[in-house]
């Protein structure tokens, strides 16, 4: 069965700061799809990357970069120059392509709770 | 389009009583899909449609628990009768047909059961 890590439960830093977010991930297929999302204090869940098991590229948008590394299965999520705005709860999610039922639902980390302090 | 959208987004009740939770996907999307997020669990999968057909429900806590898909615009899960243990967060989302697409979610109804 897929399981998703997200061993850091409360991480807090100074804006400015760099910050990383780990993600471990289990699965037994060879096909899936990892995520991270975003829930701010309000609420909601909002989507922030996409990546293919078969895509090791690394990503960068603006101050958000990811680091996809299959060898050590890991997903993780750094924040470059962090702002006040940043602070929430991040979850990584994980989904499998053929495992059967349940394929196509997302697996998520218990998540990481994000602090910035001006 | 105006994204997912839950109703209500806050719900009261009392134990014993039914709730009604109500989902409209993103015009489109093929897939919709129930999660509970709580503190204790996180987010967990409780049952997923794909053109309205009930495809895994194995997340559904118990019997007391249901959901349905009358139309490709419409899903209610249901809790009857409702215990102080189903108080959670419930999200709805949905996406399109690939597999490597996001779901999208909604804003989310926080069931608090007294």
């Known amino acids: 069965a897929q399981k998703v890590t997200q061993a850091q439960t409360e991480i807090s830093v100074v804006e400015k700061e760099d910050v990383t977010l780990d993600c471990v991930y289990e699965t037994r297929d060879t096909t899936y799809y990892l995520f991270w999302y975003k829930q701010p204090p309000s609420g909601e869940l909002v989507f922030l990357i996409r990546r293919n098991s078969f895509d090791e590229q690394n990503e960068i948008s603006g101050r958000y970069s990811w680091n996809f590394q299959k060898s050590t299965s890991s997903f993780n999520f750094t924040i470059t120059a962090s702002q006040v705005v940043d602070s929430a709860v991040y979850f990584c999610a994980l989904s499998e392509a053929y495992s059967g039922g349940g394929a196509d639902g997302l697996t998520f980390g218990k998540g990481t709770h994000l602090i910035i302090q001006p | 389009d105006a994204g997912v959208i839950q109703s209500p987004r806050h719900e009261v009740t009392e134990m014993g009583q039914e709730v009604t939770l109500r989902c409209k996907p993103i015009s489109g999307h093929d897939y919709l899909f129930w999660y509970r997020q709580t503190m204790m669990r996180g987010l967990e999968l409780l049952i997923y449609f794909n053109n309205n057909v009930p495809i895994d429900d194995s997340g559904m806590p118990e019997d007391r628990f249901s959901a349905k898909m009358p139309n490709a615009s419409f899903s209610t899960l249901k809790i009857q009768p409702s215990e102080p243990r189903d108080s959670a967060v419930y999200f709805c989302?949905?996406?399109?047909?690939?597999?490597?697409?996001?779901?999208?979610f909604g804003q989310g109804t926080r069931l608090t059961v007294v």
């Open positions: 989302a949905s996406r399109i047909h690939p597999q490597n697409t996001e779901a999208f």
